[in-house]
């Protein structure tokens, strides 16, 4: 069965700081995606990034990046010079296929709360 | 542009008490899912459906039900809460890209459930 284990409950920093926040997943499957999800203190979930299992390649999204290595089953995501807006929940998560029937269902990890301080 | 719609936002019940969550999607995704939030646990599925007809359980579906009504709708049922089920819920969809589920999930805003 798939997992995703963000180990760091909460992390605090001081705007400007570069800040990483760790994923790391297991899977049975060649064929997944992985993705990143941040919740703001308004409760919505929003899509940041997607990628699939094939693409290592890393990407980078103004102040956002994004660390793939398929060796150490880890996915990072860090923000580079953090700003208070970038305060919210930050989800990582896994897709792949179920075992019977090949459709897609979402893992969460358990969540990272950033707080950026002024 | 409404994407994904649930219902209510927020509600409270006594335990024992049946209500339904409703969820609606305009973007003719195949997948929709229901999922649970708690603090510290992430969000955990609770049910799913792949497409119209079709429904599958998730990690955690007991003391739920679910009908997926036709391609839009997708209704979450607790037939007698109980406040372990005190939590927010999301209702999410899914569709495709060159025919292949994608996985990537678009959401709708919650809706906050109290069971006293």
């Known amino acids: 069965a798939q997992k995703v284990t963000q180990a760091q409950t909460e992390i605090s920093v001081v705007e400007k700081e570069d800040v990483t926040l760790d994923c790391v997943y297991e899977?049975?499957?060649?064929?997944?995606?992985l993705f990143w999800y941040k919740q703001p203190p308004s409760g919505e979930l929003v899509f940041l990034i997607r990628r699939n299992s094939f693409d290592e390649q890393n990407e980078i999204s103004g102040r956002y990046s994004w660390n793939f290595q398929k060796s150490t089953s880890s996915f990072n995501f860090t923000i580079t010079a953090s700003q208070v807006v970038d305060s919210a929940v930050y989800f990582c998560?896994?897709?792949?296929?179920?075992?019977?029937?090949?459709?897609?269902?979402?893992?969460f990890g358990s969540g990272t709360r950033l707080q950026v301080q002024p | 542009n409404a994407g994904v719609t649930q219902t209510p936002k927020f509600q409270v019940l006594k335990t024992g008490q049946s209500m339904t969550l409703q969820c609606a999607q305009d973007?003719?995704?195949?997948?929709m899912y229901w999922y649970r939030q708690d603090p510290g646990m992430g969000l955990r599925l609770i049910y799913y459906s792949a497409s119209e007809g079709t429904t599958d359980k998730g990690e955690v579906p007991n003391g739920y039900n679910v009908s997926r009504l036709n391609k839009r709708e997708f209704s979450l049922r607790l037939e007698s809460a109980a406040p372990s089920q005190t939590s927010v819920y999301f209702c999410?969809?899914?569709?495709?890209?060159?025919?292949?589920?994608?996985?990537?999930?678009?959401f709708g805003e919650g809706s906050r459930l109290t069971v006293l």
């Open positions: 998560a896994l897709s792949e296929p179920t075992m019977d029937t090949g459709r897609r269902a979402l893992t």
């Open positions: 973007m003719n995704h195949n997948s």
């Open positions: 999410a969809s899914s569709g495709r890209r060159q025919g292949v589920p994608t996985g990537e999930l678009f």
């Open positions: 899977t049975r499957d060649t064929t997944y995606y």
